[in-house]
């Protein structure tokens, strides 16, 4: 990337030299190896010694146990993703900004998710991660809306309207939620695929390419949920616009078959970057770790893309997946001690590369 680039872009040196200092200081798998061995009181006392002290201090005279850690993480991660936007400048910001809506959708999944189980306010609310574009009074609505069907009208007029609409009906017909989280993921990715105006620009072309990589994951995550789980369902509706390894007619196909599905994806340009995560899904014996598998994969495949662009919004994208990796482990960790989970349970559930 030119000098000229980076000036008119944003501020690139600056804001990566950032995100490397905080990608040096997540959690590493030793770290999560010693959180399995501990109590969750022994979790909180760790996390107050890293740098989530701030947010434990702040929280501990209202919380205590996993919802104490819990509360820490999802402030702790907002507070990081509103500085990136802080220290970013033009095109740069941009880019940022518009891929942190991903958590208006994580959010949306989140309240939907609870209103199904019948879980409480306080459960739901603790799960919210308050990096998106939704403020706290439109959380909130959403919050204290009565029905998922009620959630659903009071998105109507945002970026997520027209899917959930379109999706509600075969919710209601099935029971299941599945509908509305791919509606939520389609409406999410392909917006942010599209209306990227400006001028053609290797900044532009390397933001693009970070996005594709994703949306082809999150099409391979949704193939493999399909090919092993043997519903008859027809995949071109879970299909999400944007990525470059798949089209409609060949996700239909190799949807139907696992092998398959496994070795398209190796001959592909993921191939290579992949392979490791390639045989674990081969030996892996549930959807949980086709899953993990595929979010380990995705978040190498982040770091190769980085490696190969360091001055770039791809470093920026991949601390992003690093971050939301590093708060979904210790979560993981600190309800499952919480619920009595052997440690090789509680391992068996966590990205570690």
């Known amino acids: 990337m030119s000098t000229e680039q980076t000036a008119t872009g944003g501020n690139y040196e600056y804001v990566i030299a950032r995100v490397r200092s905080r990608r040096a200081a997540l959690f590493d798998d030793d ?3 010693k959180l399995v061995r501990m109590g969750t009181g022994e979790i909180a006392r760790f996390m107050e010694e890293t740098e989530y002290e701030t ?7 209202r919380h205590t146990g996993v919802d104490l850690v819990e509360y820490a993480l999802n402030r702790n991660i907002a507070k990081h993703f509103d500085d990136l936007l802080r220290w970013a400048d033009g095109r740069l910001y941009e880019y940022v900004a518009r891929y942190l809506r991903k958590f208006d959708a994580w959010n949306v ?3 939907i998710r609870g209103k199904y189980a019948d879980a409480s306010r306080e459960e739901v609310e ?5 990096a998106g574009e939704f403020d706290d009074e439109f959380l909130e609505s959403l919050l204290t809306a009565s029905s998922i069907e009620d959630v659903v009208e009071l998105l109507e007029n945002t970026r997520f309207g027209d899917g959930l609409a379109e999706a509600y009906p075969v919710y209601e017909e099935e029971g299941v939620l599945v509908p509305l989280e ?8 392909e917006e942010l695929l599209t209306g990227l105006s400006g001028e053609v620009s290797r900044a532009m072309e390397l933001y693009i390419e970070f996005l594709s990589a994703e949306v082809d994951f999150r099409n391979m995550r949704n193939a493999f949920r399909l090919a092993r789980s043997g519903a008859d369902i027809d995949p071109s509706e879970y299909y999400i616009e944007g990525g470059k ?6 996700i239909s196909q190799l949807s139907r078959n696992t092998d398959q599905l496994v070795e398209f ?13 390639l045989a674990s899904l081969e030996d892996a014996d549930s959807l949980m770790q086709l899953e993990q598998a595929l979010d380990a994969a995705l978040l190498e495949y982040s770091d190769t893309l980085s490696n190969r662009y360091p001055l770039s919004v791809c470093p920026v994208l991949a601390y992003v997946l690093a971050k939301e990796r590093e708060v979904d482990n210790i979560r993981a960790i600190a309800r499952g001690r919480e619920a009595g989970l052997s440690e090789d349970d509680i391992e068996s559930e966590l990205v570690i590369l």
């Open 265 to 277: 994806v190796r001959e592909s340009k993921y191939g290579e970057d992949l392979e490791e995560g």
């Open 55 to 61: 947010e434990m201090n702040a929280l501990g005279s």
């Open 109 to 111: 999944k989140t309240i």
């Open 182 to 189: 791919n509606a939520l993921d389609r409406a999410f990715y």
């Open 31 to 33: 770290d999560y190896r």
């Open 245 to 250: 390894l798949f089209d409609a007619d060949e």
């Open 126 to 130: 603790t799960d919210l991660i308050r």
